[in-house]
């Protein structure tokens, strides 16, 4: 990435109202949880956001919408196809291609859809005790138009306890998504 479009991205994301809150994760393998995801727009926020440091974060993508012309940009921009039939192998993959990279940064919205769901996924939870990730509870909150990586969120042995915590951590930020009623966190 060069210099010249990782400034064009911070001007951008500044243009469209959006305050940076701190900067990149810093670990070579790390994993930064996308929260509240309740549009296609978090996508365009995110890459801009973390393009404007001259990074790219990996973000997974159901595989439908890689038809050309928009598949080979969307892989450019670092997006994954993913086939979302099959969960298991989906991770399996993710975790793979993790440990065949030295460095590997990886978005994912725990809540594994637009839709607003109450109970969370827990494949992030596996990909970084699989792959020795770390994982960041980053948002972007339309409401205040403030983006970022967040804080480490440590885990434990116990995906299901760590993502309830998670999500009472997100609640207590008290986020909007863009589409209004589209994110619940219990």
Known sequence: MTKGWS????????KMGWTSVGGPMTEKKAIVLGVPHTSTGDFLVSY????????????????????????PVLRALGAIPVDRGSAAAMVKGLIAEMDRTDEFH????????????ARWKTGYHLIARETGATVYAGYFDWGRKRISCGERFPLTNDARADTERLQRH???MGLEGKNKGGFITH
């Open 106 to 117: 990886l978005a994912m919205a725990p809540e594994g859809t637009r839709k607003p769901v």
């Open 7 to 14: 400034k064009f991205c911070g001007w951008a994301l500044r």
């Open 170 to 172: 997100y609640e207590a």
């Open 48 to 71: 801009l956001f973390y393009a404007q440091f001259g990074k790219k974060a990996r973000i997974m993508i159901k595989k439908e919408f890689f038809f050309f012309p928009l598949g």
